[in-house]
């Protein structure tokens, strides 16, 4: 039984604000005494937390339709404000820039999609073509929803935080996945929208997606395998992303799975990102997919690596094969992260192959996690497909970015 005080012990008490609001965006139409019962706050303090929040215009409360006429502690529900304002999320892929526009109660109202011809790995060239795809976005729902108040950016590698005496953790030619920070992306974006600006990984936003609407709902502990043209994966534990050492972990698809293997973009031999990789279906990637990153037909790529997938799941057995071979990798990475996390679930995304049928790999990778994982875990990880495969990069971005919100709404308060 969850012990009430007139504030959680294991908060301080501002930062009930923030625990309330994520509550709200998580369920919207939530009740009071759900969320008191949840986050364990008298319905006195609650009352307190969200006269404010009302008042400030963050959240709102009406009637709940099924229970009117009925007076109680559920009949009113609360939602975030989807006037509040406007959030753009960005997701910087290897071929295309994706951006979206959320109302802040996480309505999604727009979409747009840019191809870019950017030589891998990226240059500061990249910056100019994200400003205005979110220009454009920004532009186009301008009458609705409110003032812009956030951007978030999902990409692929990392936004490091660096300490001032620490400037050899920026920046290691020899070791190039992408930094961020490097190609100072985030400082442009905020000098010309002048919002705040939330940037990560886009694994560990897909997580954060999974989490608020997906797979990932509900579940303690669970890893996030990213799975398509690159390799990638996230653990959450707590409903909380583990970051690790200036936000750099995860990166399962730069474990060797072959000693003096295939050269990789990052600087080594033999990462299991160039067998895993979904692109390794194709015979003309096969051999290192990102070797022919500048020059394939992105299109036609995902197409015929969805064909490959689709005539597997009907059992031809040319496509069978490929699969297998290639899902053994997969299989890899997967029963390392389990015997590393001991996770509920293990949740497959496809990344950048967007909404593409992947259960004929989830059931190899099912099959060898419950062949090949340490003999306590067997049968105890939920081996599944994520229930977001499209964009929940822009999802967990605009999430983090709400997130953000709170916070400062509460530095305010
Ligand atoms: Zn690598």
């Not at 969200?50 to 709102?60: K, P």
């Not at 009949?75 to 295309?96: A, D, E, M, Q, Y």
């Not at 920046?171 to 992408?178: A, E, I, M, Q, V």
């Not at 909404?355 to 099912?366: C, G, L, P, R």
Request: aromatic fraction near 6%; proline fraction near 4%.
């Amino acid at each position: 039984m969850t012990r009430r005080t007139a504030l959680n012990p294991k908060l301080s008490g501002r930062h009930n604000r923030s625990i309330v609001c994520e509550q709200i965006l998580r369920d919207p139409g939530i009740s009071r005494s759900e969320i008191a019962e949840r986050i364990g706050l008298t319905r006195a303090a609650l009352s307190h937390i969200l006269v404010n929040l009302i008042d400030e215009g963050l959240v709102v409360e009406s009637k709940r339709v099924e229970d009117s006429g009925r007076a109680g502690p559920k009949s009113v529900s609360l939602t975030i404000n989807p006037g509040f304002g406007r959030v753009v999320s960005v997701n910087i892929g290897h071929f295309t820039v994706t951006a979206a526009v959320f109302l802040s109660d996480g309505t999604r109202i727009a979409k747009a999609t840019t191809a870019h011809r950017c030589a891998f790995p990226f240059d500061a060239s990249i910056n100019p073509i994200v400003c205005d795809l979110i220009d454009a976005v920004a532009h186009q729902t301008a009458n609705r929803g409110g003032l812009l108040i956030g951007i978030g950016v999902g990409a692929p590698g990392y936004f490091v935080k660096v300490d001032p005496g620490r400037a050899d953790e920026r920046s290691d030619p020899g070791h190039r996945l992408y930094d961020w920070n490097a190609l100072g992306t985030i400082p442009e974006i905020e000098r010309r929208f002048g919002v705040p600006v939330t940037a990560g990984n886009c694994t560990d936003f897909a997580a954060v997606a999974e989490s608020w609407r997906g797979a990932g709902r509900n579940v303690d502990r669970f890893v996030l395998y990213s799975v398509g043209l690159g390799v990638g994966s996230a653990f959450v534990d707590g409903g909380r992303l583990f970051a690790g050492r200036s936000g750099v972990s995860g990166e399962i698809g730069h474990t060797i799975a072959e000693i003096g293997g295939r050269e990789c973009y990052c600087g080594n031999r033999g990462c299991l990102e160039t067998y895993a990789s979904l692109g390794n279906l194709l015979p003309a990637l096969d051999h290192g997919y990102f070797r022919w990153v500048s020059d394939i037909d992105y299109e036609r790529t995902i197409n015929d690596i969805r064909v490959i997938l689709e005539a597997a799941e009907k059992g031809e057995p040319g496509a069978t094969i490929t699969v297998e071979k290639v899902a053994r990798y997969v299989a890899i990475g997967a029963v390392t992260l389990v015997n590393l996390f001991a996770p509920d679930k293990l949740i497959l995304t496809p990344n950048e192959l967007g909404v593409t049928n992947i259960d004929v790999v989830v059931e190899h990778v099912k099959h060898l996690v419950r062949k090949m994982a340490f003999r306590s875990l067997n049968g105890r990880v939920d081996v599944v497909a994520a229930e977001r495969p499209e964009d929940p990069e822009l999802e967990g971005a605009f999430v983090r970015m709400m997130e953000h919100i709170f916070r400062e709404n509460e530095k305010k308060a």
